[in-house]
């Protein structure tokens, strides 16, 4: 048999063990028949870490799906391993990672409030602003992201798992393939599910070909009889703001970041029906002087989405952050402290690389002289 190397992601796994760092995954094919081909032995280093008297597996809060189902089904993967690995959230779970959990027929894991002296490992994050408390003062084991590398350091042996895709659950859905482990069907489910979630049904800008190879992966083992119908109520569960107030709609999928010494967060809403962009806009930038203050944050950023329209209209308070949105987004603020702009498909890939380059004209241009047209 003759396999073909048809390409090597570079940084696409990346391992560290006592300093260590080895690349690791190469796609190949042999005829029309792509697979994955690791030659890192994944299950000896996975099993050969100390973990004590167990470890807990846990995403960013303001939990996702991708953050949620990441740490359920990596921790079930861990368990077949022979390790004592139990997941748990970093918050409450609220519309669409509410849904998914419900559909599936399990329970929610536990919230995890503090994270101090114990044994963790970090699933779609690697920012310390992102993660449960007390994660600096935590033994990290694992990190298993899909982003940029955040601000977590250890001294301890760390396992570092990344990959340029679109989902953390693709990255979890290779690694039971890689190490021989079928999903069950709940399991494949939980997997597909974040991974719908974060690229968008395969729309996002960020989706690659391994999220498309692992979608069909996870679509053929799992319980998903229409996956277009259940994608469908996915979306409106995420758009269901139903009984909640309005600072709870700002912090359904929020995440903060610490960029030049500017501490920032960073919220994402989709308008809805029940709840079209202008309505939405308005009532967040009520709520948000509110939140800067509680959570001591610098500046703080709305992106608002209107699919239909193909708008994205971003909210902002806190000083310099008129000049940063202003920059980042080539655009003019409203009277009332919005920026309008075409729509934004990506938090990560799109909205927060453009507020780091606001950030650092703004730190040169701190007298806010920058005009822009409307």
């Known amino acids: 048999m003759r396999l073909i190397l048809k ?11 006592c300093g260590s760092v080895t690349s690791s995954l190469v796609s190949c094919s042999k005829g029309d028949d792509e697979h994955i081909v690791h030659s890192t032995p994944l299950r000896s280093i996975i099993t050969g870490m100390d973990y004590g008297d167990g470890v807990f597996v846990v995403g960013h809060k303001s939990p996702d799906s991708d953050a949620v189902c990441s740490a359920i089904t990596y921790a079930d993967l861990l368990q077949r391993l022979g390790i004592n690995a139990q997941a748990r959230v970093a918050g409450k779970l609220i519309c669409e990672p509410l849904y998914v959990i419900q559909e599936a027929g399990i329970s929610a894991p536990p919230i995890l409030e503090d994270a101090t002296g114990l044994n963790m490992i970090m699933t779609d994050h690697s920012e310390y602003a992102q993660a449960v408390n ?17 601000t977590v350091t250890t001294a301890h042996p760390l396992f570092y798992y990344a990959l340029p895709i679109g989902s953390t659950c693709t990255i979890i859905a290779s690694m039971y393939e890689e190490l021989g482990e079928n999903p069950t069907p709940t399991q494949a489910r939980l997997m597909l599910s974040g991974l719908l979630s974060d690229t968008d049904n395969l729309k996002s800008t960020t989706t690659t070909d391994t999220d498309r190879k692992y979608y069909s992966w996870l679509l053929d083992r799992s319980d998903i009889t229409d996956v277009e119908s259940y994608y469908a109520a996915m979306n409106k569960a995420r758009t269901s703001f ?31 029906e029940k709840l079209g962009i202008e309505e939405l806009c308005r009532r ?33 308070c806190g000083e310099g952050a008129k000049i940063v949105a202003e920059y980042a987004f080539k655009s003019a603020a409203t009277e009332d402290g919005c920026i309008v702009t075409s729509y934004i498909p990506s938090r990560k890939a799109n909205f927060v690389p453009a507020i780091t380059e606001g950030i650092a004209y703004w730190k040169n241009k701190p007298d806010e002289t920058m005009k822009i047209q409307p």
């Open 284 to 316: 967040m930038r009520g709520v948000m002087p509110a939140v800067r203050e509680q959570r001591g944050l610098d500046m703080l950023f709305m992106m608002l989405g209107d699919r239909d329209a193909g708008l994205t209209h971003v909210p902002f």
């Open 242 to 272: 139903d009984g909640m107030t309005d600072e709870d709609i700002l912090l359904s999928d929020y995440k903060e970041y610490e960029i030049e010494g500017v501490k920032l967060g960073i919220g994402s809403v989709l308008a809805s």
């Open 134 to 150: 007390g994660m600096a003062q935590a033994r990290v084991l694992h990190v298993i992201d899909h982003h940029g590398t955040g």
């Open 7 to 17: 390409k090597l992601f570079t940084l696409a796994a990346i391992f560290t063990i």
